[in-house]
């Protein structure tokens, strides 16, 4: 029987295996071991979800806990990358990136620009975003956007466990600053995950599931909404193709445009904000491209206000099945650019 692991084990792996291969890999972060210094339990905590759990005891000196001060050890880590190491910076939640922007967009994101390409920043931020675990509206935003705008960055957002791992193994692998975004209601998903290292490489769209009539392109959590909107649709006799880009910079447009050139038509499922956010973005890939749709494109998202904490209102501000049911029929409605 294949190996299966959760979302969250197949990062913690991929951290392990890296940090066990390359001895410059270091980790740092808010309580990433929990106790270190104390008399207390040394590795209590493994950051805010427990993902870095069990790391401290293999690699005691490269394990470091920060004070709460976003700023400084985000700016500790693209210094330590541009000085020869590869640090993982795990920032809590994506809601405080404001905090630490600086460091990021100012200084990391640029160096390889500035410095005519003597110097190299191979840094990841790991950090979580998303609603749906009762995070309320300072932890559980989708901000992805806003670091995909910025040059000179790279920005994953892994669906399932096997590319979590993949992508987090290429993303420390990589020479440029790259932001990892996990989805904190996925960590408990299950998935294959092969034992050995492997790599999946940045900027390489999957198809989910092939389909001939409409493509629907989702992100994140968003994807599982997209495969269980496909099930309905495909009983009344619809076949979509979902695609996940699985990294928004790099983005493989092409294999967007080749799936709408297929099908026609277009939907995008997206967890940030509708306005000036990654589906608007993927809309305008296609709506300015020679791609000829049959249909007005369709977008679905949140409404564009903060997550609420009520759990009725959380569930209500989240993209589901219906809504994506819904918006494929407004997309492939016979006679829409009549």
């Known amino acids: ?12 792996e991929a951290l392990a295996q890296e940090m066990a291969r390359d001895e410059t890999v270091v980790l740092f972060g808010e309580d990433v071991a929990g ?19 069990g790391l401290w005891e293999q690699f005691p000196d490269r394990v470091i806990d920060t004070p709460i001060s976003e700023s400084a050890y985000v700016g500790a880590a693209a210094g330590a990358a541009a000085s020869g190491l590869r640090p993982v910076a795990e920032l809590m939640f994506v809601d405080f990136i404001g905090v630490c922007l600086d460091q990021i967009m100012n200084q990391a994101a640029k160096f390889r ?15 979580c975003f998303g609603a749906g675990v009762g995070a309320a509206a300072q932890h559980s935003q989708s901000l992805y956007p806003v670091l995909t705008h ?12 096997y590319d979590a791992k993949g992508l987090l193994v290429a993303a420390i692998r990589d020479q440029d600053p790259v932001i990892f975004c996990e989805h904190k209601a996925m960590y408990a998903m299950r998935g294959e995950v092969p034992e050995d290292l492997y790599e999946v490489p940045l900027g390489q769209a999957r198809i989910v599931r092939p389909g001939d009539d409409v493509t629907i392109v989702a992100l994140g959590r ?3 909404i997209a495969e269980q909107a496909a099930k309905k649709l495909e009983a009344d006799g619809v076949s979509a193709e979902i695609i ?5 910079s790099p983005l493989d447009s092409q294999a967007i445009l080749d799936s709408v050139r297929k099908t026609g038509h277009y939907v995008v499922v997206d967890e940030s904000s509708p306005r000036c956010g990654m589906g608007t973005d993927l809309i305008s890939l296609v709506a300015t491209s020679d791609v000829a749709l049959r249909g007005i494109p369709q977008l ?3 409404p564009h206000t903060p997550v609420p904490f009520a759990k009725n209102l959380e569930q209500a501000y989240i993209p589901n099945p219906d809504k994506v049911v819904a918006a494929v029929r407004a997309a492939t409605r016979e006679g829409a650019f009549a």
């Open 1 to 12: 029987m294949p190996r299966t692991l959760t979302y969250m084990k197949a990062i913690n």
């Open 35 to 53: 106790g270190a210094g104390t008399h207390e339990e040394m590795d209590a905590w493994g950051g805010v979800f427990g993902v870095t759990k």
């Open 113 to 127: 620009y500035m410095f005519g390409g003597k110097a190299e920043t191979p840094m990841v931020i790991r950090t």
């Open 150 to 161: 910025i040059p000179g960055l790279k920005v994953v957002v892994p669906s399932n466990p």
């Open 222 to 224: 968003m994807v599982q």
């Open 244 to 248: 996940d880009p699985r990294t928004t």
């Open 300 to 302: 679905v998202t949140p």
